[in-house]
């Protein structure tokens, strides 16, 4: 190995070593994907999902077993995108200071990657009640959170249990009326879904009232020592990202039917690429990274969007 080859290999394994000392001090605390969705490798260009929307109630057995009719669902698609991002040093800024340089390349990089993962993360949610998709197509043709939501089930009434888009404002009381309308939602052929809420995601302008709704015991809102039943029942998740869109919109949310729903599918995980270019002798840095994500049901979520 010859003395370029020996420089770009001490950058290559430098870079490497940074990336995960920063990736571990990132990852403290979990990150947001791995909070809302479920993480799905993937070999394919796209992932395929075909919805099925459940059979009916057993009917009583007199001696002839009775067949019921699958019906399907919807169709949804995930396409994954490429994320990239390169940066380039002069000679003259690190020859002679080669390691400090490095390590500031390298962790913006792997902040940066962190950053994005965790920004688009949000936005599924952020933007819910919109029909542009970032990844995902749908066979539906409604956005996540919506008053419109459909079946394909031939007589099954929309008219109740297939709207999860409100726009009242969070209080206790909204909340708990939100909760009785999601324990009315139904699946595709209109039986109820059994949802049950127990998490509260939003703006970190509402996390205050949030943790006082959920975490006050008696009192709440009022002189009475009354007893708050809400309290203990969800949990608190909230996002600066979630800023960005709206400081009001608010969303509950079961986790159980999330994490049924909800999918993160990478591709390729980050790749981390190090060089000195021939001709200029600039020590150059990039990292690549192949996710997408998308939801193939909508009962594990109610969206306030509030003016």
């Given at each position: 190995?010859?003395?370029?080859?020996?420089?770009?290999?001490?950058?290559?394994?430098?870079?490497?070593k940074?990336?995960?000392?920063?990736?571990?001090?990132?990852?403290?605390?979990?990150p947001?994907?791995?909070?809302?969705?479920?993480?799905?490798?993937?070999?394919?260009?796209?992932?395929?999902?075909?919805?099925?929307?459940?059979?009916?109630?057993l009917?009583?057995?007199?001696?002839?077993?009775?067949?019921?009719?699958?019906?399907?669902?919807y169709?949804?698609?995930?396409?994954?995108?490429?994320?990239?991002?390169?940066?380039?040093?002069e000679?003259?800024?690190?020859?002679?200071?080669?390691?400090p340089?490095?390590?500031?390349?390298a962790?913006?990089?792997?902040?940066?990657?962190?950053?994005?993962?965790?920004?688009?993360?949000?936005?599924?949610?952020?933007?819910?009640?919109?029909?542009?998709?970032?990844?995902?197509?749908?066979e539906?043709?409604v956005?996540?959170a919506?008053?419109?939501?459909?079946?394909?089930?031939?007589?099954?009434?929309?008219?109740?249990?297939?709207?999860?888009?409100?726009?009242?404002?969070f209080?206790?009381?909204?909340?708990?009326?939100?909760?009785?309308?999601m324990?009315?939602?139904?699946?595709?052929?209109?039986?109820?879904?059994?949802?049950?809420?127990n998490?509260?995601?939003?703006?970190?302008?509402?996390?205050?009232?949030?943790?006082?709704?959920?975490?006050?015991k008696?009192?709440?809102?009022?002189?009475?020592?009354?007893?708050?039943?809400?309290?203990?029942?969800?949990?608190?998740l909230?996002?600066?990202?979630?800023?960005?869109?709206?400081?009001?919109?608010?969303?509950?949310?079961?986790?159980?039917?999330?994490?049924?729903?909800?999918?993160?599918?990478?591709?390729?995980?980050?790749?981390?690429?190090?060089?000195?270019?021939?001709?200029t002798?600039?020590?150059?840095?990039?990292?690549?990274?192949?996710?997408?994500?998308?939801?193939?049901?909508?009962?594990?979520?109610?969206?306030?969007?509030?003016?």
């Amino acid at each position: 190995m010859n003395n370029s080859s020996r420089f770009q290999e001490l950058v290559r394994q430098g870079f490497k070593k940074i990336y995960d000392e920063t990736i571990k001090e990132l990852h403290a605390v979990s990150p947001l994907k791995d909070k809302l969705y479920t993480t799905e490798n993937s070999t394919k260009a796209y992932e395929e999902y075909y919805g099925v929307n459940g059979l009916g109630d057993l009917q009583k057995f007199n001696g002839v077993l009775q067949y019921a009719e699958n019906s399907p669902g919807y169709y949804t698609k995930i396409e994954p995108a490429q994320f990239a991002l390169g940066v380039e040093t002069e000679k003259k800024f690190y020859m002679n200071n080669l390691y400090p340089v490095l390590k500031s390349q390298a962790k913006a990089l792997t902040n940066s990657s962190h950053r994005t993962k965790e920004k688009y993360a949000i936005s599924g949610y952020a933007n819910m009640n919109s029909t542009a998709f970032d990844f995902m197509t749908s066979e539906e043709g409604v956005a996540i959170a919506s008053s419109s939501h459909t079946t394909k089930a031939p007589g099954v009434a929309t008219t109740y249990g297939f709207d999860n888009l409100g726009t009242t404002a969070f209080s206790p009381t909204a909340l708990e009326a939100t909760r009785i309308i999601m324990r009315g939602f139904r699946n595709g052929i209109g039986e109820r879904c059994n949802v049950s809420p127990n998490m509260l995601l939003g703006p970190t302008t509402l996390e205050q009232r949030f943790l006082e709704t959920t975490q006050t015991k008696a009192g709440l809102d009022t002189a009475y020592q009354n007893v708050n039943t809400l309290a203990g029942k969800y949990s608190v998740l909230t996002s600066d990202y979630f800023n960005d869109t709206s400081t009001k919109n608010w969303f509950l949310i079961d986790t159980a039917l999330m994490k049924e729903f909800a999918k993160w599918v990478v591709r390729e995980e980050d790749q981390l690429a190090s060089t000195v270019d021939f001709e200029t002798f600039n020590m150059k840095n990039s990292i690549i990274n192949y996710f997408g994500y998308g939801f193939t049901g909508w009962q594990f979520v109610y969206m306030h969007q509030v003016s």
